[in-house]
T-cell receptor, first 113, second 113 residues
Framework: DQQVKQNSPSLSVQEGRISILNCDYT??????FLWYKKYPAEGPTFLIS?????DKNEDGRFTVFLNKSAKHLSLHIVPSQPGDSAVYFC????????????FGAGTRLFVKA | KAGVTQTPRYLIKTRGQQVTLSCSPI?????VSWYQQTPGQGLQFLFE???????NKGNFPGRFSGRQFSNSRSEMNVSTLELGDSALYLC????????????FGPGTRLLVL
């Protein structure tokens, strides 16, 4: 039961260009969507989030877009830097007597210098 | 503020044994969640504790259990270990409300031989 899907296991981008990571979901009950970044041998770190009532949230080089009708969200990184190379997880949260966060399988981003 | 800590960082066990992992959340965080990460599977939700009560549970067998203490520290126990339990186990803490952003520890890497 994969409620959150990241269909691209990996993505390679040239330094300075835009990186676009995509995520699809199926559950209409999700009220928050989050992106996490993970480096090897470390736990995921929070990057950016968006409420289900918004369609865009921006934080520096990172922008998340939410298309509720398509049940799709994307993370844009502009400009991409080699230090952005990591695994990016899309996550979605809903409340069911307590918060439950469902993660996608992750997309490995390679930013080439 | 100190981050989420997990002990031990690495563990090697044999099939049939049991294991207990520990997690100390960020001070003031009362929600603690546990996840299992295996290659290609993303983060699979195990359970969430809040104020010593399990509020949510993922689709894992009863061999996986947990508890939370009055100081919000949490432990996860896996009994009768199987080879497939080899994974990175991540603990995350969060405040109630808002986006429920979770802060992850570095994880415990468990290898079952």
């Amino acid at each position: 039961d994969q409620q959150v899907k990241q269909n691209s296991p990996s993505l390679s981008v040239q330094e300075g260009r835009i990186s676009i990571l995509n995520c699809d979901y199926t559950n209409s009950m999700f009220d928050y969507f989050l992106w996490y970044k993970k480096y090897p041998a470390e736990g995921p770190t929070f990057l950016i989030s968006i409420s289900s009532i918004k369609d865009k949230n921006e934080d520096g080089r990172f922008t998340v877009f939410l298309n509720k009708s398509a049940k799709h969200l994307s993370l844009h990184i502009v400009p991409s830097q080699p230090g952005d190379s990591a695994v990016y997880f899309c996550a979605a949260r809903f409340y069911t007597g307590g918060f439950k966060t469902i993660f996608g399988a992750g997309t490995r981003l390679f930013v080439k210098a | 503020k100190a981050g989420v800590t997990q002990t031990p960082r690495y563990l090697i066990k044999t099939r049939g044994q049991q294991v207990t992992l520990s997690c100390s959340p960020i001070s003031g965080h009362r929600s603690v969640s546990w996840y299992q990460q295996t290659p290609g599977q993303g983060l699979q939700f195990l359970f969430e504790y809040f104020s010593e009560t399990q509020r949510n549970k993922g689709n894992f067998p009863g061999r996986f259990s947990g508890r939370q203490f009055s100081n919000s520290r949490s432990e996860m126990n896996v009994s009768t270990l199987e080879l497939g339990d080899s994974a990175l186990y991540l603990c995350a803490s969060s405040l109630e409300g808002g986006s429920g952003t979770q802060y992850f520890g570095p994880g415990t890497r468990l290898l079952v031989l």
